[in-house]
């Protein structure tokens, strides 16, 4: 965007060249999604955290409504943000459910909508106090009464800590800083 000031007599103009509606770029946008808004469920707990203990089953609900800038069927990325006290380990994040809602259809709980990156639900810290980003694309999910994921759309994950999981040996509560989604916005 260009600005410029011009002073004609005792006036001021101000323009503003930018580039014209439709024709700018999509970009990367995102929404913060603070440990507060997470809900729990089994044993996980939350306060300025969420707590996702070594015992049963931790569960959180992250829910989030896409903003009307969102560009329709693109891929949308949540990201949790982990750490974890007891060193080097492997915790197993999982998406259990996914559930879209849309003004005038019936919820939809379809599989295959969300994914962790590259199919490896496993988060793997290299030491105590270490943070990770896991990240989970969001995509049309296979079946189900709303087709495509459009601007408004309201959107539900269920991430469970699978404790019993052979692959997750971290001993000690993982916790959960917040999240983030990142979106395409419309052009």
Avoid: W
């Amino acid at each position: 965007m260009t600005i410029s000031i011009k002073t004609i007599a005792t006036f001021t103009v101000l323009t503003f060249c930018c580039i014209p509606i439709g024709q700018a770029d999509a970009e990367t946008r995102g929404i913060n999604i603070p440990p507060g808004s997470i809900l729990v469920q089994g044993t996980a707990s939350v306060s300025s955290l969420v707590n996702l203990p070594n015992t049963a089953l931790p569960s959180m609900f992250v829910s989030f409504v896409l903003p009307p800038d969102y560009q329709a069927d693109t891929t949308v990325k949540l990201q949790i943000y982990v750490q974890e006290a007891s060193g080097a380990c492997d915790a197993v994040i999982d998406v259990v459910s996914s559930t879209r809602r849309r003004h005038g259809f019936v919820a939809t709980n379809t599989g295959g909508g969300v994914q962790p990156a590259g199919n490896n639900p496993v988060v793997s810290f290299s030491g105590s106090g270490i943070v990770k980003a896991k990240l989970y694309n969001i995509k049309q999910p296979s079946g189900g009464v709303i087709s495509g994921i459009l601007p408004g759309d309201a959107i539900t994950i269920r991430l469970d800590r699978l404790v019993d999981d052979p692959a997750d040996n971290c001993s000690s509560t993982l916790f959960v800083a917040g999240a983030a989604v990142q979106y395409e916005s419309a052009p």
